[in-house]
């Protein structure tokens, strides 16, 4: 799986998606645009709002212009107190007229932003289910799906009784299904519960970032617990019979003899022993 993933879903209204501009696998920076949505409605709209704010901003202009002449005949009394009053308030109620229409400008074209569905993050495309001509909806199945940064782990399952063997750090070592080389990683996170149904606990390794590893394939993990040096016999040479395992031994004087041996596992090489060999 990828370490963090994030679904990337439509913010604001939704609409109709006029463009995809990205693929599986790529990989994307923050801010980047995944895709994008029809601006068909709201862009006459932008325009209509950045119109009326000129419009308004002349208005405030010539308002403003009214005032300061009255302000200037004041004094020689060629116009009333009234008048000068009324032309000041005027300026004043057209300049906040600009503002509003400004304010509405702006939240058009914050909706217009939106239009854009943009990274989150620096990442990796996992899914895209986003096509040209979709109506996105808000609340509705998420577009893509990213991975940050392209890090990516191993989840999976382990008995109850090998929990207490393990921390984290540990190394490990990954096999994907249908590669022969595994990936090296470490012991990221150990659940803390275990299933009561199953008595299995919760893993995740660490895993390099690599064009192989694709979220949703199949693997194995091992984990080194510890290290120690043991011969190898071949399994021919390993026997048993009531008493135990064991192994025929020549000594010096080329007598053959029989030799208890524990056995901790096997390899392909061969049977591990554990004790009763040098």
Known sequence: NARDEMPITVEGEGGRIAAVLVEIGDKVKQGQVLARLSTSVIEPQVNSLRASLEEARTSAELAASDSRRAQGVAASGALSKEEIERRRGAAANAEARVKVAAAQLAEVQARRGRTDIRAPMD????????????????????????????????????????????????????????????????????????????????????????????????????????????????????????????????????????????????????????????
């Open 123 to 278: 990442g990796v495309v996992l899914t895209r289910t986003a096509e040209v001509g979709q109506t996105a909806t808000v609340g509705g199945e998420p577009l893509f799906r990213l991975g940050r940064g392209g890090e990516v782990e191993m989840r999976g399952r382990i008995a109850e009784q090998d929990l207490a063997a393990l921390e984290v750090g540990q190394p490990a070592k990954v096999l994907v299904t249908g590669m022969e080389q595994p990936f090296v990683g470490k012991v990221r996170l150990l659940g803390a519960v275990i299933d009561p149904d199953t008595r299995l606990g919760s893993i995740r390794i660490d895993l390099p970032s690599h064009r192989q590893l694709r979220p949703g394939a199949f693997a194995r993990g091992e984990v080194v617990v510890g290290q120690e040096r043991f011969p190898i016999l071949p399994q021919t040479a390993v026997l048993s019979d009531a008493n135990g395992t064991y192994v025929m031994q020549l000594d010096r004087d080329n007598k053959v003899s029989k030799l208890p041996v524990t056995v901790a596992g096997t390899r392909n090489a061969g049977v591990i022993v554990a004790a009763g060999l040098s």
